[in-house]
Structures are given as C-alpha cells and as structure tokens.
T-cell receptor, first 115, second 108 residues
C-alpha cells in the first residue's frame, strides 16, 4: 500500500495563478481532509469530505475549493493564489466504513510558495 | 470546537534522558492522536489513543479522558527523536484540532 500520496511535492505560483493539488489514498477510507501548516503552528483544517461527492468547510476554507469525485481522490484548488496561501499543505484520510476509528493518516505534504 | 493545548512548547534533552509531553483538551473526545513531525516535515503516527495506555518501544502514551489530558512519554531519548510532537483531538471525524506542538531537540 502506498498509503496517502500527494502531488506535486513543491510548487511556486505567481499571485493570481490557479492550481490544483491532488491527494490519493489506497486504504479505502471514507473520510479525507486538507490541512495547511504555517511556520510555528499546528495544522489547520481547510476542507474535509465524508464520502464520495460530499465536501464540507473546515476552519480556514476561504480562497480554496475542493472536490471528491472518486472515493480515493480529494482535490484542493486555488482559483487565484495569494501570498497568504504560501504554506505546506497536508492531506489526510481516515475511517474504514463501519469502523469506529478516527485515526488519521497523512500524506508527505506539498510545499507551495506564492510570489 | 475543541481547544488543544500542549506543553512545554520547547524542550532540550541530553541523549538518554526521559521526558513527558502533555496535551490538555477542552471537551470530551473520541479521537486523540500523537504525531511526530520529523525535521524533513513528515508526519508520523505515534499513537491513536482516545483513552487508556499504549506502549511502542521507548514511547508510551496515556489518555485520561475524564480529566481531559493525554501524556506522551519518551524514554532513553535519541537524536532521531528530535522534531515536533503534535497532539490532535476531535469529538468525531470532523473538526480535528491540532495543538501548536512541542519542539524537541535531543543533543548528543
């Protein structure tokens, strides 16, 4: 199992450009999450999904959109990047259907710089 | 949402020393995890421990859900233990809240 993978690993954008970050998991997990981590801080939840075709806002959703068209994939989009979105982005997944465990598994992260 | 506080914020240990990291949370939880973020930024699952005690080698963790805290014990610390330790908690599958972490430096 590859677990949770993220592409790309690094990206530099100019202000106003758009991009999509891809997260994939092969653990058949129901729930998927996108977080951002800024220097000296813990992770903050951007958006999450409780199943294919569903998404919900987290703590810091502004400026981001998400889609979950397939159970194994969760996409994070930036329509018009801003320097404040410079961060490290982590994807996570959890919970097999019917299992009462919320243990989250994280991808390796994507380092995004917006100039 | 749940508030998560970690202490201490920074810790410097001599190799071989033991340490205890603390995580306090503001409400009842059914998800409590400890992570280690290594110097390369990778988040490594240490424990999923909404209650009780678990041990894995030199690491162990205890969560006392009724008193709303969790402890992570590191014994015989090694330089490879350096990094940031995060506690994360939630009441379910959503709105997981991370603490700001304990930065650990183990010196030879």
């Amino acid at each position: 199992n590859a677990g949770v993978t993220q592409t790309p690993k690094f990206r530099v954008l100019k202000t106003g450009q758009s991009m999509t970050l891809l997260c994939a998991q092969d653990m058949n997990h129901e729930y998927m999450y996108w977080y951002r981590q800024d220097p000296g801080m813990g992770l903050r939840l951007i958006h999450y999904s409780v199943g294919e075709g569903t998404t919900a806002k987290g703590e810091v959703p502004d400026g981001y959109n998400v889609s979950r068209l397939k159970k194994q994939n969760f996409l994070l989009g930036l329509e018009s990047a801003a320097p404040s979105q410079t961060s490290v982005y982590f994807c996570a997944s959890s919970a097999l259907a019917g299992r009462l465990s919320y243990e989250q598994y994280f991808g390796p992260g994507t380092r995004l710089t917006v100039t | 949402g749940i508030q998560v506080e970690q202490s201490p914020p920074d810790l410097i240990l001599q190799e071989g020393a033991n340490s205890t990291l603390r995580c306090n949370f503001s409400d009842s939880v059914n998800n409590l995890q400890w992570f280690h973020q290594n110097p390369w930024g990778q988040l490594i699952n240490l424990f999923y421990i909404p209650s009780g005690t678990k041990q894995n080698g030199r690491l162990s963790a205890t969560t006392v859900a009724t008193e709303r805290y969790s402890l992570l014990y590191i014994s015989s610390s090694q330089t490879t233990d350096s990094g940031v330790y995060f506690c994360a908690a939630s009441g379910g599958y959503q709105k997981v809240t991370f603490g700001i972490g304990t930065k650990l430096q183990v010196i030879p």
